[in-house]
């Protein structure tokens, strides 16, 4: 059975921001249509500074709590936006949900999803449905629990994770923005998807990817 | 093909402009130490008075720096390009604006900004100042009436931070502060048109596509999209658009009195705001509601934008004293 | 396709500004009845006073009327968009701004305002008003350093007219006045590079072209070609080629002190200046120039061009006094 | 032989402001490349409003040398620019070239076509050669005094000037600025025309046609 120490949890950060990096263009150009165009450089910014700040840690003296808090304050000073508030608050959330430990088994990785989706929920109280990030994490979130609960593994779990949040970020699509910046423009968000829910997808792929081994 | 920006690295941008603005204007401003997104009026904070702290993204410019000064903001917190900024500065703002008497915070009405600001807001508390605050919301054209609390704040800010930094000026009692910010707001409408978009230092590419012969009534000020989009019209046609609907909420009577903002989004010249603003004085004078004081210039931009909006701020006895008490702030004459 | 502007017919854009422009601020200024391209400041001409007259062409604003007001220019006449005003509107504006004591002409230098401007001189002998010209000068740019008499006037205006203005308000004798406005001049050096162009409101067409990577360096403030076009570089980069021209002229010594203008020909946003006055104050505090006083905006503009411009003015005892002198002028704070 | 009384001078105006119209854009265009853009607009604004000004006058009861200072006047108070007191200019010295005449015969028409170039020559001081309409003008007046005084008759005469306005014009492209806005150009204003020289063929063309029956 996998465990998660702190340094899988570090290099859980550079493959996020890697994968970001990468997607950065595709999400200022959705963030363009119906936001301020700067999804891509917020996600970037923020992932790029809280890898930095936690592959900075001495991963043999550091928890993993530590480390993501660490990564929480490093993501929301470099980046304020939207995106700060609730990723920083994720990670935070992460991090309470982890307390102690010194590695996570497969339980408390999915706690940790679980924890972050709900601290975006908490701190944006945003619904599933309102065009936000949340639709791409709330079902992932869910998606996990249930594939670990019956038995899945953390690999299949976070596969199912990765799945439901595409199928969520997909769906905002059809949606009308009640949440964030998109939500002034009625009817004319739909259509197009939401920055914050095609990032989650990344960010949700590369964590299954990196500590699914 | 990228965009031409005078810039040096696109990611730097925000702090070597915050460091251009410090050489230039060390008489108003001045940097808190170990924390260089926070902006503070040199003369402003001071016992008893209630601070103000404003803040919010970057590429508004002179909006929010230009209005930290003596009689108006004490601090401003400064987020990168059309981002809100994070917690820490504007705590750090919210402890060098406190007087002991309570600090209000302002700032326009966005998910980002309304997050990292309560968030700071709370951390105040901590440190045992209370904080209030009072949201910006005259974009009439982001949500409808009903939903005046969801709407957008823009170019209005100009007349809501005047009248609230007149308010803690004067040494008013928090409560009188925090009434007097939210009636500013209330008595406050912005519509914006744009015309072609900016584009951010960092990628150098245009923010938004609009074609070669439309323009957006409604878009915001960071580019996001507006009530409708149609073919370009007339000055007087446009003017007449926005004013229509500021006046269809405001319900103003003869004899009234307003103050008007004509303000360019960045690159449209004071050669087609002040024909604006010829339209708009004209039709202000049909309808017996007379001007008490008009500005006209990049009040409120977004970088380079195209485009302008139109503010009407009603006056009142109260409303127009805060708009006629002296300030002191870098970028521009206000009061 | 035609460029974007918000303006009804294009042939009457400058007569909507002007009407625009008096109903915005009506404390500082008028038309002179009976001459609509003459406006007059309310409180400056006086008995006895010298009397200040600017003007120039449209599309430079707030260029030239910004600078009308108590303890600046007295009167400007104004021209279609990028040309001279004709005699008769500048021979109002000498008769308006008489005080007795003469009246000094200050413009920039170009062949048709020296051409108008001259005439109107004439005119206004026979009508035994005295008038002296004071040209402005100072694109380094535009001419060689032995040919500065040939160099055109473009964003120095902003001291030279402060500094004249101040001597004329302080009732000052004509041979004064006259003195210090061309010291004025003499102590000021600007340059200007270029983005891409602005458009006349007539013809709504780009009125020069330029590559998409491409800056032009030295280029006046009508488009005008500069002294060599090249790729666009850093903000650093431009800074230093501006500054390094003007230090050449300008000779300056540890100690001395000046007074710097950063300017936007129209759509280059405050971020990118105040980022190049960043480099400008760092340079400066280099070489041991201490640094009075600085602007930074759209003072002097060419409608929606893209670029900037540097001034530097070398100050001494009373050319600082000039600067301080209190002023009152419409569009910005100047003193 | 040919006689002008003042209906045949308005009418000059009329073609010349037509001529000029037409020409509009191309003059603004190559004002663009050494000037400003907007010597088309100045020239169409003042032959314009000399136009207006000259055919609203009772042609019966006015001399042609007050057709022509009415010409001149509303000419400058339209425009400005370099071109209004140049024009003006030019126009003054023509009616005092004409004053006390009812109506002009082919030398008057001559002397008054070289009372305007030298004109514009008076005012702005340019030389042949400086790059200016001079250089279109000064060689136009002093072929059609070349051809009249050969008796080559006015139309012929007015040939003779436009081809000369022509070649000059065309000969600006060969020099370097020294007055005017394309002064600061040095090298640069080399391979371009003029644009006051361009316009000045076309203005002195439409008074060949208009003049020469
Ligand atoms: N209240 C909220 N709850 C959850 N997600 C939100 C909320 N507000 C905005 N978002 C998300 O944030 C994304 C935009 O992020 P970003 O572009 O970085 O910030 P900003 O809107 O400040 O420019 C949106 O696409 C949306 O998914
Ligand atoms: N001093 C001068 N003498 C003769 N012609 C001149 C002089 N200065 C300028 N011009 C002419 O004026 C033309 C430009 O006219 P115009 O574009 O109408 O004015 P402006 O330069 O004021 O924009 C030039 O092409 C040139 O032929
Ligand atoms: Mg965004
Ligand atoms: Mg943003
Ligand atoms: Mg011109
Ligand atoms: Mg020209």
Redesign the interface.
């Given at each position: 059975m996998t465990t998660i120490d702190t340094a899988r949890l570090a290099g859980m950060f550079t493959a996020i921001a890697d994968a970001i990096s990468t997607d950065k263009d595709r999400l200022c150009a959705l963030d363009g249509v119906i936001g301020d165009a700067d999804h891509g450089i917020a996600m970037e910014l923020g992932f790029s500074a809280a890898r930095d700040a936690v592959t900075a840690l001495d991963a043999g003296a550091t928890e993993p709590s530590t480390l993501l808090n660490m990564a929480a304050k490093s993501f929301l000073n470099a980046v304020g936006a939207s995106s700060g508030p609730l990723y920083a608050t994720a990670f935070m959330r992460g991090a309470a949900a982890v307390k102690g430990k010194t590695a996570l088994d497969e339980a408390d990785a999915v706690a940790m999803l679980q924890a972050m989706a709900k601290g975006i929920q908490d701190r944006g109280k945003a619904e599933v449905g309102e065009k936000t990030m949340i639709d791409a994490w709330a079902p992932a979130a869910e998606a996990a629990g249930e594939a670990l609960a019956a038995g899945k593994g953390l690999a299949v779990s976070l596969e199912a994770a990765a799945d439901a949040a595409r199928t969520g970020a997909e769906a905002t699509k059809t949606m009308i923005a009640a949440k964030g910046r998109a939500s002034r423009l009625g009817e004319r968000s739909l259509g197009h998807m939401d920055p914050g829910a095609a990032s989650a997808v990344t960010v949700i792929d590369a964590i299954r990817k990196s500590l699914a081994e | 093909?990228?965009t031409?920006?005078?810039?040096?690295d696109g990611?730097k941008?925000?702090d070597?402009?915050?460091?251009?603005?410090l050489?230039?204007?060390p008489r108003h401003l001045d940097a808190i130490p170990g924390s260089p997104r926070s902006i503070i009026s040199r003369d402003g904070p001071r016992p008893g008075k209630v601070g103000l702290v404003i803040g919010g993204?970057?590429?508004h410019?002179?909006t929010f720096l230009g209005f930290v000064g003596k009689g108006l903001a004490d601090a401003a917190a400064i987020?990168?390009?059309?981002?809100?900024?994070?917690?820490?500065p504007i705590l750090e703002c919210a402890k060098a604006a406190s007087g002991g008497a309570g600090v209000l915070f302002m700032y326009g009405n966005?998910?980002?900004d309304v997050?990292?600001f309560d968030?700071a807001a709370e951390m105040a508390a901590m440190d045992d100042i209370e904080v209030r605050t009072v949201l910006s919301t005259d974009d009439v054209?982001?949500?409808p009436r009903s939903e005046r609390h969801?709407?957008?704040g823009v170019a209005g800010n100009f007349f809501i931070f005047k009248a609230a930094g007149a308010a803690c000026d004067r040494m008013l009692s928090f409560d009188e502060c925090e009434r007097l910010a939210k009636k500013a707001n209330d008595h406050t409408f912005t519509m914006g048109?744009a015309?072609?978009p900016?584009s951010?230092?960092?990628?150098r590419?245009p923010?938004?596509e609009i074609g070669?012969?439309e323009?957006e009534i409604g878009m915001?000020i960071?580019?996001?999209?507006g009530v409708a989009r149609g073919p370009?019209k007339?000055?007087?046609e446009?003017t007449d658009e926005m004013l229509d609907r500021i006046l269809e909420e405001m319900t103003p009577s003869r004899g009234d009195r307003v103050a008007v903002l004509?303000n360019s989004l960045?690159?449209?010249?004071?050669?087609?705001?002040?024909?604006?603003?010829?339209?708009l004085?004209?039709r202000l004078a049909d309808i017996g509601v007379g001007?008490h004081a008009?500005?006209?210039?990049?009040y409120c931009?977004s970088?380079?934008m195209?485009g302008?909006s139109i503010t009407v701020h009603r006056l009142d006895g109260e409303l127009q004293a805060m708009l006629d008490h002296p300030c002191d702030c870098a970028?521009?004459?206000a009061g």
């Open positions: - | 093909m990228k031409k920006k005078l810039i040096n990611g941008a925000v070597e402009m915050l460091a251009g603005i050489a230039a204007h993204g970057s590429g410019e002179p987020g990168n390009v059309f981002a809100s900024p994070p917690p820490d966005y998910a980002g997050m990292n968030m054209a982001s949500a969801k709407r957008r048109v015309l072609s900016c951010l230092p960092q990628t590419r923010n938004f070669a012969d323009m915001g960071h580019g996001e999209p370009l007339s000055a007087d446009v004509v960045g690159s449209t010249p004071l050669m087609e705001l002040y024909i604006m603003n010829r339209r004085s004209q001007v008009t500005w006209v210039g990049n931009t970088l380079e195209a302008a970028m521009f004459r």
